[in-house]
Structure formats: C-alpha cells, structure tokens
C-alpha cells in the first residue's frame, strides 16, 4: 500500500497552547506524524522480551516542544497501580446490573505475583545520540529534553527497554482463558500524541487508546514453534510459512530455536500481534488487493469452562450439553472469513472502502479489541467479529481520541453494526430497536452520565457503556431522522472521504453534517453530548374546526426536535406532517415518496409548549395520529406519541 499524507485546510481559526511553550494562532489542521522500529528478542519461558526502539518524529505542529511523553500501558498490570484501585471500588459501587465491577478486571491485579505482573523498563532513551532525562510515572514516562523540538522539525528517539507479559487480565497478556499463549497488544512503550489541545498523556486506568499516525517495521525472534498473527503485512513469509507463503512456495526456515519475523505495517497509530504454537491460519482473498486472514485454536478443556459460565438460557439452546458448544465454537471460526467476505463490499460501500491490503481476526485477549489491520476477538460469532471488525472504520481509519470521544468510535461501530446486522438477516424491520430501548433503560435508571464524560471519568462503568455503546448509537440513527436518511448516509461517506488517516473531532463531523444537510446542528450536539435531557412529545388532543382536523402536539421533555407526524385515514392513506425546529434553520426532504402526502410547517420555537397542524380531511375519517412512525426519535415515552380513533 502507498503511505498516504493527507493534509487538508480547515477555515475555522483557533489558538492552541503547547503546555510547554507560547501561544500561536493556527488556522490549518495539522497533526504529528512517527515511524517506528523496533526489534524485539520474546523468550516464552520467562514471558519476558528484550527491545529496542528508534522513534522517528516529526513534530508538525506551530509549537516548541520541550517535553515528550510515552505510554507504558503493562505498568497497570501490578497491585496498588491506577487501574487495580478504580476496579476495586467499582466493585463496592451499585448499578442497575448488579456491582459495577469490570468482570474481566475485578480485584484481579491485587493477587498478582511478581512472576505475573506486567511491566515496561525504559533502560536507556536518547534523542539525537544525547541520553535523556525521564521518569516514570506508572503508565506514563516523561521525558524533559535537552533541547527542545522546534515546530516543523523532526527528532530522532533510541531506546532500550524490558518488558514482561503479564498474566491475561484486560485486553493484553499471556494465558488467556481460551489458552492463547501471548496476547500483545499496548505491549511497547508508545509515543503519547499531541495535537491541539496539546499533550495527551492519558493514564492507563480502564479504557480506550489514542495514538499518533505513522509507519511501523517490527521485528520479532520467537520460539519457532510459534505461529504470528498480527498489524501490516508480513515480509519474509518463504522464511516463515505457516500459511503466510504463496502456494508452490517452499518454506527455508533458518537453523535454531528462534523464528524471526518482519512485519511492516504504513500509515496506523498503533500495532498488535498475538501468538500460539497451536494457531491454525486460515486466509481468503475478497479482491486483488485484500487478504482476510484467521488465526484460532480449539482447546475443548478451556471451552468447556467457558460453557459453565454460560447463562442457563444459552445452555438450554445448546442441548446442555458442553461438546455442543465445542462444535459451535468450531463451526464459528471455520466460517468467519466467509461470513466477513460476504459484509465486506457491503460495508464499503455504506461507510467507505477499507484502504489497507490485509485484516486479521486473531483469538486472543479477553473478549473483543480492536487494533489497526487486526482484532483480537475470544470468539468468531458473528456479532463479536462484525463489530470490532467495524471498529477500523471507526477507530482504524478514522481515529478520534477515544477518551474524549468514545462515543464517536464505539456508538459509531454499534450504528453500523446494526445496519450490517440487518443486511446479513435481510430483516427490515426497526434495526436499532435494541439500541434505543438500552438508552431507554438507563434514563429510567437515574444513572445516565452525560456523553461529554472522559471515558475514565465515568462514576459506573455501566453508565460509560449505556452512554458510548447505545447512546452513540442512537446519535448516529436519530441524525438521520433530522437530516433524512439518505442525507445522513451522504454524510457518513464524506466524512470518511474527508476525515481518514485523521483525527476528526464532533465539530468536524458536524461541519460535514451542516454543510451536506443545509441544517444547523451545534443545538444537537449540544442537547445530546453535553446534557442528560430528554426527549418527550406527545399529541394531546383533536378536533374540528370547520373544514379542517386540527392537531395540536406538545413538547414535555426539555430536547427541541423536529416532528414528524403521520395521519392514517380510514380508505388507507397516509399523511406526513412535518414540523421543522426552529433552531436547525433547515428543513428535511420528504423520505417517503409518492407513496404519503408530505407537509412541511414553519419551524417550532423551541420555546413553546405547543405546536397545531391541520389537514384537510374530516376528524371522523382519521384512524390514527402518530408521533415519529419510524420510531428513530428517541422518545423516552412512546405512550403518548400515538393516538388510535375508533369511530
């Protein structure tokens, strides 16, 4: 694949304030760029492995640099560290779901020993050949500079460093419950970004990644029993086989106990890989230029524990009977290259075209994580594979800072999860109806925390998941009953179109989102990222007044929307009412044809309680009056939005 830099001109001035500099004024977007390589020696015995890093950077921005930082993610995976102290008092908070623990965290990291801990050890750093000054900070090295980084220049960066796997507990680690050996993932101290709100050097506390673009060439010497799969694309496969060969091939694996493998992966901001002796490596080519490949095991022991963990209903459904479900965990992964081959025109065509040549679904981890060219995934059914696989739409390609929007990358995958769902069933029936009833469940809860919230930040982990998984969701299918679907779907592409290879921000999509649709839309995000408000409308009542049916609708919650509402007449026809919001200064296109009469109102004050619209048709010959048919507004109380007359 060619290394694509993109830069485009942003007419929006703003001022950014390097936390170590002057203010400047900028009024282009621009954003740091890195190229890695790294050469790592793994010894599978101690779980340990020895590196070396040279961090080619460019600092692309109008700011003078006098500190740099890194992420060191494994320091987490020790007792007493950030993340073992936010999980445990999670455990001792109450939610709707019962204690609000992670699961797969809980008091975990509290009882690991020292041959299970992880750990990141910076031997030596230089920038430029001079040695630097550095300190760690549990999951951050700070590094003060000799000499400060001028904008528009680039650095060079050594280091040497020891790293030790630790026991699998979130997303990366050795031994996971599935017996994959190594899970590698934030396994190599990683360059923090910078961009304009300055340095974003984020705790490892429990969630959610932020990287810098760049080129990675990665060296791995490892036991040669042991099979890799990985971010980019392998460069010496006639060394290494494994099904990484082209047919006819032969494999000339070099003399020793160590397999050495080069993988060289362009334009991502971050890289994963995963290993086990037991891997099975399957590939399938969906066009000339696009390999899918696998990388599974089949321990029936560790399967079976995980079906006695199953809910009652699951292993009902399974003939409880563990082998069973062996046969299905097989049966998955057998098939999930094709399953993906089928989704994947599809998905390039809604959301944009997958620009890498390769992507990966590796078992590993601890349930689903996503990572440039690559998921780890600790099952292949399809709603876990299909959504992290979506994840480098959003996330891969378009790169939010997920800890300040995560929303923008889980709520965005859940949208299109849902809408590739529904063209793997062919069902047409109101995708995103599970979507909107977990939003629902939550504001009934009194626990909804708004989705502004640092993803660290939240008070419960279930008030996190409601709000970047569902509420996201809801977003993205609730901007197309403003816009209009097809309006919404235009938006989509453009903002991959003009956004990949980036870092885009909600005023960024919504710049889009206004332009394409002719709307105002800063009062949406406003509403709905920033408050807890809801949405209520309700129809409160009808009647005649001389030769027209007056309809008067009210507006209960404290959200403004526009309104659609859907008259049904005896003889089966239909009209639609539509009522602009005054603050969107726009107006949606009918999205129902020929098919329903369609009305358009002057736009509702957001102030007022009430809002009247009539037809021309007797009151008698009306059946049902209804808010919102689609049911894509999200209504917190559907009950009074639908009026049945039975004359």
Known sequence: MKKIIIVVLIALPFF???????IQPVSTYWQQRVKYDM?????????????????????????????????????????????????????????PRGADWDTRVKDRIASLKENEIGYQKIFSLKMNGKPQAFKVLETILEVTLDKPIAPKAKVIF?????????????????????????????WYP?????????????????????GVWGDYDVKISIDKKYIIGATGYLQNPDKVGYGYEKAGTTV???????????????????????????????????????????????????????????????????????????????????????????????????FGKYPYKQFSFIQGGDGGMEYPMATLINGAATDNWLHEMLHNWYYGVLATNESIYPWMDEGFVTFAEN?????????????????????????????????????????????????????????????????????????????????????PDITDFLKIAEKLSGMKLDWYKEYWINTTKTIDYAIDSLWSDGTVTKIRLRKIGMIPMPV????????????????????????????????????????WKWTHATYIIETKRKLTDVVVAEIDPSLRMADVERKNNKIELKW
């Not at 950014?16 to 002057?22: A, I």
């Not at 790293?163 to 997303?171: N, T």
């Not at 209009?484 to 956004?499: M, N, T």
Request: hydrophobic letters at 35%; charged letters at 25%.
């Open 16 to 22: 950014v304030q390097s936390q170590s500099s002057q």
């Open 419 to 503: 809408v590739v769902t529904a063209y793997f069933t062919q069902d047409t029936s109101f995708a995103h109806g599970p979507t909107y009833n977990a939003y629902y469940s939550i504001v009934k809860s009194g626990k909804e925390e708004a989705l502004s919230t640092h993803a660290d930040h939240y008070n419960l982990n279930y008030a996190y998941g409601i709000a970047s998984y569902i509420k996201g969701g809801v977003f993205m299918e609730q901007l197309g009953y403003i816009t209009g679907a097809p309006v919404r779907d235009k938006i989509l592409l453009e903002y991959f179109k003009q956004w990949k290879f980036k870092h």
């Open 39 to 95: 050469t790592i020696d793994m010894n599978v015995e101690t779980n340990r492995f020895a590196g070396k890093q040279k961090l080619e950077y460019w600092n692309n921005s109008p700011d003078t640099l006098t500190r740099v930082f890194y992420h060191l993610y494994w320091n987490a995976f020790q007792p007493g560290s950030m993340m073992d102290a936010r999980s445990q008092r999670q455990g001792t908070m109450a939610s």
């Open 564 to 603: 659609d509402c859907q008259l049904t007449f005896k003889d089966g026809t239909k009209e639609m009412h539509y009522v602009p919001m005054y603050l969107q200064f726009g107006a949606k296109q009918n999205e129902w044809g020929d098919a329903v009469a369609f009305k358009t109102y002057d736009a």
């Open 252 to 350: 000339n694996r070099p003399a020793g106990d160590k397999l050495f493998w080069r993988f060289v992966a362009p334009n991502v901001h971050d890289f994963a890989w995963a290993a086990d002796p037991e891997f099975i490596h399957q590939t399938k080519m969906i066009r000339d230029s696009l390999v899918l490949h696998s990388f599974y095991k089949v321990n029936p022991d560790s399967i079976r524990k995980q079906y006695n963990n199953l809910p009652t209903n699951l292993k009902a459904q399974l003939g409880n009977n563990a082998d069973s479900y062996v046969k299905l965990y097989r049966e998955q992964w057998e098939r999930v290259l094709d399953e993906a081959a089928y989704a994947f025109p599809f998905i390039d065509s809604v």
């Open 158 to 186: 050594e280091m040497e460093f020891e790293a030790q796997v630790p026991k699998q507990i979130r997303r990366s680690g050795r031994d996971n419950a599935e017996g994959v050996r190594l899970s590698m993932t934030q």
């Open 190 to 210: 990683k360059l923090c970004e910078y961009d304009k709100e300055g340095w974003h050097p984020t705790p490892y506390i429990g969630r959610e990644f932020y």
